[in-house]
């Protein structure tokens, strides 16, 4: 499948149609990812022009992973309609999402390019972009799954004793201090570069791995993959 010529370019696809000619019933998968990326573009815009406010690198952190989502599964779909036509590709579509639901995550993004290229190609790991993406779901598993943990801080040894009922501390310790260090919550670790480094990831996605999926119906040698020697 990888050495189909195609050029990604040129068009975007915005439907996939299998028209019936004697049932009077006919299909339409449609792709709707124009809509999200268009929305990430803007938003990243925004970010690099440093318009901010409290809320918008979470929101950027969701709708990255959102489009991420909608990609592999809009993906899965479109090979399944191209390959095995309808109605044959519900029963497969029905057959890899059971196991695709199944897998995490950053497991969905390494299962499709290897499904969709039949086993050609598989996610080149040490890749940049793949790495960012990798971050981002661990960040954004972090945020909507997210849970308080009770930390441990250094106290200071005041020499106290419990001794008849209460505590006895010497006198010389009566006035002391210390600080208490804790770890960042990790919506306040979210920042401007984080959210630019995956934003450039997720637009990387979409020219090397999404727009050949959806164009050619086939994945094509880029830096994101790696080919299979067989």
């Known amino acids: ?5 195609c050029n990604i370019e040129d068009s975007v696809i915005s439907s996939r149609i299998a028209l019936s000619l004697t049932d009077g019933n006919s299909y339409i998968l449609v792709n709707n990812a124009e809509e999200y990326y268009r929305q990430l573009t803007d ?12 809320y918008v690198y979470f929101a950027f952190i969701s709708l990255a992973s959102a489009t991420l989502e909608y990609s592999l599964n809009l993906i899965i779909a479109w090979f399944c309609f191209d390959k095995y036509h309808y109605p044959d590709c ?8 059971k196991e695709y639901k199944k897998r995490s995550f950053k497991e969905k993004l390494y299962f499709v390019p290897s499904l969709v290229s039949e086993g050609n190609y598989i996610l080149n ?16 598993n972090n945020l ?10 250094a106290s ?4 106290a004793k ?4 209460g505590i006895w501390v010497p006198i010389e310790n009566t006035e002391f201090s210390f600080q208490i260090v804790t770890n960042d919550n990790v919506i306040k670790t979210l920042s401007k570069d984080m959210c630019v480094e995956i934003g450039e990831a997720m637009l990387e996605f979409k020219r090397q791995i999404l727009n050949p999926a959806l164009t050619c119906c086939s994945l094509l040698d880029n830096n994101m993959l790696l080919r299979i020697k067989w």
């Open 43 to 54: 938003a990243l815009v925004d970010i690099k022009n440093e318009v901010s406010s409290s």
């Open 144 to 153: 909507l799954h997210n849970k308080e943990k009770i930390q441990v801080f």
């Open 162 to 165: 419990v001794m008849d009922g």
């Open 1 to 5: 499948m990888g050495d189909k010529k």
């Open 90 to 97: 519900n029963r497969y579509i029905k057959h890899y999402m």
């Open 125 to 140: 790991g040490k890749n940049e972009s793949v790495v960012s993406l990798e971050k981002m779901i661990e960040i954004r």
């Open 156 to 159: 200071p040894n005041l020499g």
